[in-house]
C-alpha cells in the first residue's frame, strides 16, 4: 500500500500527559500537512511542510503543539500537557509540488481520546 | 460567517436516485475546488477536483463550479449503498496550501 500511513490509529492518555503521532507521506509527496477533525465538522489545518521545512502554521496551533519533518520524509506531531479539547482526530495529507495546485491526499487519521 | 458553508444534512435518498450535494463560498480568492468522501473511522477520500468553473465529470460523479456565485456542487447518478458516506468540499487559494473545508453532508443511500 503506497497511500498516507499514520501511527497509532487510536490513542488514549490522561489529561496532562504528552502524545506523539507519526506520519508517512506518499513516498513521492514533498509537501506533506496536518489537520484536525472533531465530531460533525470537516478537518481543520493545523500546519505545512515542504521538504523539511515547516511552512505555515494555523492558530490553531498552541504552544503545546509542535510538529517536525527532520528528514524531509516522515512526520511528527506532539502534543504537550494534553486538555480535554484535544480531543479529535488528527488527519495527515501529502501531495507533489511537481506540479503545480494537486490534491492532498489523506491517510486514516489518529484519534486521539482525553480521558 | 464561515469561509465555507455546507448543508450538514442528514440526506437520505432511495437507492438509484441522483444526489445532489452543495457548498458556498465567500472568498473570491478561492481557486482549485475538491470533494472528498469519508467512510465513518476512516480519512477523506478524494473524490474529484477542479480549477474551473464549469462542470467536470469522472463516471457516476459531476462536480460543478460557478465561480460568478460563489457556489460548488457534487452531483452523483445512479446513487448505490456503497456511496452512504459523509461527503466534503475543500477549497484552496491559488498557491496555497492551506484547503478549508466545509462541515460535511452526510448521505444515506437506501436500498
Known amino acids: 500500500d503506497t497511500g498516507v500511513s499514520q501511527d497509532p490509529r487510536h490513542k488514549i492518555t490522561k489529561r496532562g500527559q504528552n502524545v506523539t503521532f507519526r506520519c508517512d507521506p506518499i513516498?513521492?509527496?514533498?509537501?506533506l500537512y496536518w489537520y484536525r477533525q472533531t465530531l460533525g465538522q470537516g478537518p481543520e489545518f493545523l500546519t505545512y511542510?515542504?521538504?523539511?521545512?515547516?511552512?505555515?502554521k494555523s492558530r490553531l496551533l498552541s504552544d503545546r503543539f509542535s510538529a517536525e519533518r527532520p528528514k524531509g520524509s516522515f512526520s511528527t506531531l506532539e502534543i504537550q500537557r494534553t486538555e480535554q479539547g484535544d480531543s479529535a482526530m488528527y488527519l495527515c495529507?501529502?501531495?507533489?509540488?511537481?506540479?503545480?495546485?494537486?490534491?492532498?491526499?489523506f491517510g486514516d487519521g489518529t484519534r486521539l481520546s482525553i480521558l | 460567517q464561515k469561509e465555507v458553508e455546507q448543508d450538514p444534512g442528514p440526506l437520505s435518498v432511495p437507492e438509484g436516485a441522483i444526489v445532489s450535494l452543495n457548498c458556498t463560498y465567500s472568498?473570491?480568492?478561492?481557486?482549485?475546488f475538491m470533494w472528498y468522501r469519508q467512510y465513518s473511522r476512516k480519512g477523506p477520500e478524494l473524490l474529484m477536483y477542479?480549477?474551473?468553473?464549469g462542470n467536470k465529470e469522472d463516471g457516476r460523479f459531476t462536480a460543478q463550479v460557478d465561480k460568478s456565485s460563489k457556489y460548488i456542487s457534487l452531483f452523483i447518478r445512479d446513487s448505490q449503498p456503497s456511496d452512504s458516506a459523509t461527503y466534503l468540499c475543500?477549497?484552496?487559494?491559488?498557491?496555497?496550501?492551506?484547503?478549508?473545508f466545509g462541515q460535511g453532508t452526510r448521505l444515506t443511500i437506501n436500498p
Open positions: 513516498s513521492e509527496h514533498n509537501r
Open positions: 472568498n473570491s480568492a478561492f481557486q482549485y
Open positions: 475543500a477549497i484552496g487559494t491559488q498557491g496555497a496550501q492551506k484547503l478549508v
Open positions: 477542479t480549477y474551473s468553473s
Open positions: 495529507a501529502s501531495s507533489t509540488s511537481r506540479f503545480s495546485n494537486q490534491p492532498q491526499h
Open positions: 511542510f515542504q521538504n523539511e521545512a515547516q511552512l505555515e
